[in-house]
C-alpha cells in the first residue's frame, strides 16, 4: 500500500505486494533525499499510493563530479562496496555507479544471507538552453531471504531497468 519511487520509477512488486528495499539498482551514497508524502495519494500518484509516497531521489551528475568509493564493514560477515563516477562538460554529463552488499544468516555466519551486486549509469545530453535528453540503465543481481505476506522467501533475481526522458 506504499509507493516507493526512485527518481519518478516504481520499484514495487506487484505480485508479492512487497518492496525489496536491497534490490534497488542505487548504492546509499548517491541518495541525494527522500521525500516522504504520507497519507492517501492515488489520486496524484496513481495506484499503490494508498498509505504514502516515499521518492527517493539520487544525486546528479553535475552534484557528484569525480570518483567517490566507500567501504564498509561490520559483524555477521556484513560489508558494503560502492564506487560512484560522474564527469563531463556542459553538453553531455554521465554519472556510473557499482555496488555490493553481502550478509552472513544472523544465527549462521556460515550461510549467506544476502549477496547482491547492482551497477547504473547515466548519460545527460543537453540539447538546447531548456531541454536534454536523458538515458539511464541498470541492473541488481543477487540472492537473499524476505519476509512477505506468504511467508519466508528465498529469492535469487536479477533485475534490469531501462528510461529515457526527454524535457
Do not use: C
Not at 560522474?86 to 556510473?96: D, Q, V
Not at 555490493?100 to 551497477?119: A, F, L, M, P
Amino acid at each position: 500500500k506504499m509507493l516507493v519511487l526512485i527518481d519518478g520509477r516504481h520499484v514495487y512488486w506487484d505480485f508479492y505486494g512487497i518492496i525489496l528495499w536491497d534490490s534497488f539498482p542505487i548504492v546509499l551514497e548517491d541518495i541525494k533525499k527522500i521525500e516522504i508524502i504520507r497519507g492517501p495519494g492515488s489520486a496524484l500518484y496513481g495506484a499503490n499510493a494508498f498509505s504514502g509516497v516515499i521518492n527517493i531521489i539520487t544525486k546528479s551528475a553535475e552534484e557528484v563530479k569525480g570518483t567517490n568509493v566507500s567501504v564498509t564493514g561490520g559483524t555477521i560477515n556484513s560489508y558494503l562496496g560502492s564506487v560512484i563516477h560522474a564527469g563531463g562538460n556542459e553538453k553531455i554529463n554521465y554519472k556510473a555507479t557499482a555496488g555490493i552488499d553481502e550478509t552472513s544468516h544472523w544465527n549462521d555466519e556460515d550461510q549467506v544471507s544476502r549477496d547482491v551486486k547492482k551497477g547504473q549509469a547515466i548519460i545527460n545530453v543537453k540539447l538546447g538552453e531548456a531541454s536534454k535528453i536523458s538515458f539511464e540503465g541498470g541492473i541488481n543481481k543477487g540472492s537473499g531471504e524476505t519476509l512477505s505476506g506468504i511467508g519466508k522467501m528465498i529469492r535469487t533475481q536479477t533485475m534490469k531497468h531501462a528510461k529515457a526522458d526527454l524535457n
